[in-house]
């Protein structure tokens, strides 16, 4: 537990930058409500996707599947009326549980077959929608109504939504983490065989990641949804959808607690200058910033051994 | 009888089916890697095949010679100039790696050729034959037994000649295969490059049969990969039988569900499969 004071002074850290961002925040216009919104919604969906990709090594490349599926759960929930924010827990649950299921038979593959059909998956999820046009308007999509707050009301309400539901998946991550969840789940990275052999219940802890990563992605998507107030099936199923969050847990470490955060801001600051300069070709520069990364830093920015670096240039 | 037309429609997108997923299936059982622009490189085939036909005159089926050749050489010289250099890091990078490749590829192809869905439309088809009933486009046919040809090609490429039982040597055993004198650098470069080239001639002959865009690439590789699971990853004969065993599924099922339930029905059989026979139908167990 010697560890324990550096994470102490860290999460301290974390919690001031946050406090001041979010002050930053509710203080701005619209346009910086909207970056910090889209902030909290990326930081969420690398805390999501780190459970079973980053603690468990299953190499999820479908997060858009849960976010989609909490998209419409949530969509559908607020059409009907039910009352905000039972449609965001509503996201979270379908997801979760829809996971939990999936998890039993998917979850016997490893590898490349893992990470492949959980890419069919979100694709599958995607065809459904399209073709179930009583439930899901098909291809045209669900319009969500906003309450009735006025803009900034608006912009604000899903501003402290995002925050809230990034800061659950930050604390839970540090609860699984410090807890038996956590300890199984890095016993079964290193080597799965070996854990159950040890006695481990691998198949128990790596579902419960599985479902944590799909629930927290649906609450998102589930959030996302009634900000954005119009989800169609191509946009909450997108293949980038399910990229982004691996690149952004990659830029700032894998299974660590708080590299999901630097990476998810490091990641929206070059989003946005990509999207501000290609227009056309962003999805294009999107891939080479992708490729550079891997290529150059693989083991993410944080493990970039600065110190050592000028050290060796400057002695 | 409606259903034996079904069933011979499945045959025939079988062979094609087949050598979409040949390529996939050599370079994930080689390389261990599952590469993710395995879709745009059979859009790319096809879009030879379909300028080569438009602006020269070339029948398609000619086309995937050229498609081949060129597809081939410009995979070889990215695995050499980039995939090589993170060959043996885990999953999560070479899959984010390859992905970032498609984003650029597709992103290329979508701002060159627009997003319009193409199709080569024949001067002079073939047309159709009767044969007991049962309606069979020929150059659907002649498509099919093309894609065969290739596949088969492949597979007696890897059993008889010294590169390819070098490719074999490197898949079994990596370190072993470099000990025996094999640059493997050299081989992973060669076997991408025939797994693309295969993939672009399976491009070309593609382009008489399906619409196809940049955007369709996803689907192919969903196709190609539901087929390694099927068949057995790294198996050619795994990939040739699960081809067509996802075009009778396909067909069987487009007429049972409709055509926008195809994908829907192929991974409920998959996920019935993986829970019956999890090394697929020609593999051994315990594949990653």
């Known amino acids: 537990?010697?560890?324990?004071?550096?994470?102490?002074?860290?999460?301290?850290?974390?919690?001031?930058?946050?406090?001041?961002?979010?002050?930053?925040?509710?203080?701005?216009?619209?346009?910086?409500?909207?970056?910090?919104?889209?902030?909290?919604?990326?930081?969420?969906?690398?805390?999501?996707?780190?459970?079973?990709?980053?603690?468990?090594?299953?190499?999820?490349?479908?997060?858009?599947?849960?976010?989609?599926?909490?998209?419409?759960?949530?969509?559908?929930?607020?059409?009907?009326?039910?009352?905000?924010?039972?449609?965001?827990?509503?996201?979270?649950?379908?997801?979760?549980?829809?996971?939990?299921?999936?998890?039993?038979?998917?979850?016997?593959?490893?590898?490349?077959?893992?990470?492949?059909?959980?890419?069919?998956?979100?694709?599958?999820?995607?065809?459904?929608?399209?073709?179930?046009?009583?439930?899901?308007?098909?291809?045209?999509?669900?319009?969500?109504?906003?309450?009735?707050?006025?803009?900034?009301?608006?912009?604000?309400?899903?501003?402290?939504?995002?925050?809230?539901?990034a800061l659950l998946a930050l604390l839970v991550t540090a609860l699984v983490n410090r807890s038996r969840i956590g300890f199984a789940l890095h016993c079964l990275r290193q080597n799965e065989h070996a854990a159950s052999s040890v006695g481990v219940d691998t198949a128990h802890y790596k579902n419960l990641a599985f479902a944590l990563s799909a629930g927290f992605a649906g609450s998102t998507g589930a959030i996302y949804a009634s900000w954005i107030g119009y989800i169609g099936p191509t946009d909450v199923f997108d293949i980038l959808l399910s990229i982004k969050p691996i690149v952004m847990v990659m830029i700032g470490g894998v299974a660590t607690i708080f590299g999901p955060l630097f990476g998810a801001l490091a990641f929206l600051a070059l989003d946005e200058l990509v999207w501000r300069n290609f227009l056309e070709a962003h999805s294009g520069v999107l891939g080479f910033i992708i490729v550079l990364l891997i290529l150059f830093l693989p083991r993410g920015i944080a493990a970039f051994d600065w110190r050592a670096r000028l050290k060796a240039r400057f002695a | 009888m409606i259903y034996l037309q079904y069933v011979a429609n499945g045959i025939l997108l079988g062979g094609i089916y087949a050598s979409i997923a040949a390529g996939l299936s050599l370079v994930w059982g080689v390389l261990n890697i599952v590469n993710l622009m395995h879709g745009i490189l059979i859009v790319a085939g096809a879009y030879v095949a379909f300028f080569a036909y438009q602006m020269l005159g070339i029948h398609p089926f000619l086309s995937v010679i050229p498609a081949g050749i060129l597809v081939g050489l410009c995979a070889y010289a990215l695995q050499m100039v980039v995939i090589n250099r993170v060959v043996a890091q885990s999953i999560l990078v070479t899959l984010t790696l390859t992905f970032g490749l498609d984003l650029i590829v597709n992103n290329g192809m979508l701002l060159a050729f627009t997003a319009d869905y193409r199709r080569v439309v024949l001067q002079n088809p073939l047309g159709v034959a009767n044969v007991l009933g049962i309606i069979v486009p020929l150059d659907r046919a002649a498509a099919t037994v093309l894609a065969l040809v290739l596949t088969v090609a492949l597979w007696l490429l890897l059993k008889t000649t010294r590169i390819g039982r070098a490719i074999i040597a490197v898949r079994f055993d990596r370190d072993a295969a470099s000990l025996m004198g094999i640059n493997v650098a050299q081989i992973y470069g060669i076997t991408f490059a025939i797994g693309a080239a295969l993939a672009a001639a399976a491009g070309s002959l593609i382009s008489v049969v399906f619409p196809f865009s940049p955007l369709t690439e996803y689907s192919f590789l969903f196709k190609a990969f539901i087929i390694c699971i099927l068949g057995g990853v790294g198996s050619i004969p795994g990939a040739a039988l699960g081809g067509f065993v996802l075009g009778l599924i396909e067909s069987l099922g487009t007429a049972a569900f409709g055509p926008e339930h195809a994908l829907t029905v192929s991974f409920g059989v998959l996920i019935a499969f993986l829970l019956l026979r999890p090394q697929g139908l020609l593999g051994r167990a315990g594949f990653e």
Do not use: K
């Not at chain 1, 001041?20 to 969906?45: E, F, H």
């Not at chain 1, 459970?51 to 468990?56: K, S």
């Not at chain 1, 999936?102 to 959980?118: C, E, N």
């Open chain 1, 1 to 165: 537990m010697t560890a324990l004071p550096a994470t102490a002074t860290r999460a301290a850290a974390v919690a001031f930058g946050f406090a001041i961002l979010a002050a930053i925040a509710i203080g701005g216009d619209n346009y910086v409500l909207r970056l910090a919104t889209t902030a909290a919604m990326y930081c969420a969906l690398a805390y999501a996707w780190n459970f079973i990709g980053g603690f468990a090594g299953y190499p999820l490349f479908g997060i858009a599947a849960f976010f989609g599926l909490g998209a419409y759960g949530g969509a559908l929930a607020q059409t009907n009326a039910v009352p905000l924010p039972l449609p965001w827990l509503a996201g979270f649950a379908l997801a979760f549980v829809f996971a939990l299921l999936l998890g039993v038979v998917i979850l016997r593959l490893r590898g490349h077959a893992f990470a492949i059909i959980t890419l069919v998956i979100a694709e599958v999820l995607s065809e459904i929608t399209n073709s179930w046009t009583t439930l899901t308007g098909g291809g045209s999509g669900i319009n969500i109504p906003f309450p009735h707050l006025g803009t900034h009301g608006i912009a604000l309400l899903f501003f402290a939504a995002m925050a809230a539901n």
